[in-house]
């Protein structure tokens, strides 16, 4: 099976999701599931957190206001947008842009799990503390975690089954909105992303 193959099985098995308790409200509501958009090549992958209500309603991945910032940042290291991968660790829009809770998060892991297996990135961008907790505990790294205030733009060694992955965790999109000096750090840190 080719990649876009497998991807879009992944896709069609979270469109018919019906276990999670996220997909009557998505069916309600007419929304989308998020499966994620870029190159299936990617040798970097960002992984948010859930979609919000533009993502929802579009079925792409941060394309409302924390998108934009995401776009910026990724301009400001001459990163092509078609060039990366960009998905979430939940698939579905959470109710009033709550946090996912532990079940949903473990309800859509493994989606995104086969997604890194397919895709094979080099380096693996965390948007947020939420999706930070999960890849460093499931990578092996649960002793390197303290808070993202300390851990933002540094790279940490892992071993995923696919091979030698880099990861680095970086604030969220969505707090750039609003915090200047946030966005100030994405800003440096997008610098390092560049530099791996
Ligand atoms: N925030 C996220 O974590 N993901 C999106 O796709 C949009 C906003």
């Not at 497998?6 to 999701?17: A, C, G, H, P, S």
């Not at 309603?57 to 092509?80: H, M, N, Q, T």
């Not at 300390?150 to 990861?167: Q, R, S, T």
């Amino acid at each position: 099976m080719s990649k876009t193959e497998e991807l879009k099985k992944i896709r069609d098995e979270v469109f018919n999701l019906r276990e999670s308790s996220l997909y009557e409200y998505r069916v309600k509501s007419g929304y989308f599931p998020v499966l994620g958009e870029g190159s299936h090549d990617a040798k970097i992958m960002f992984i948010g957190e859930a979609p919000g209500l533009n993502e929802a309603k579009r079925g792409r991945p941060f394309c409302g206001a924390a998108g934009k910032v995401l776009d910026e940042l990724l301009e400001s290291i001459g990163l092509p947008r078609k060039d990366v991968y960009i998905t979430n660790i939940v698939k579905d829009r959470p109710p009033g842009n709550r946090d996912p809770l532990p079940t949903e998060i473990a309800l859509y892991a493994p989606f995104l799990e086969r997604q890194i297996d397919i895709i094979k990135p080099k380096v693996i961008a965390i948007l947020g503390r939420i999706s930070m907790g999960y890849i460093f505990n499931k990578f092996g790294l649960a002793d390197q975690l303290e808070t993202i205030s300390k851990m933002h733009g540094k790279a940490y060694d892992a071993e995923l089954p696919h091979g030698k992955v880099k990861i680095v965790a970086l604030y969220h999109p969505a707090v750039g909105v609003y915090n200047p000096h946030t966005k100030d750090a994405l800003k440096k840190d997008f610098a390092i992303l560049k530099s791996l």
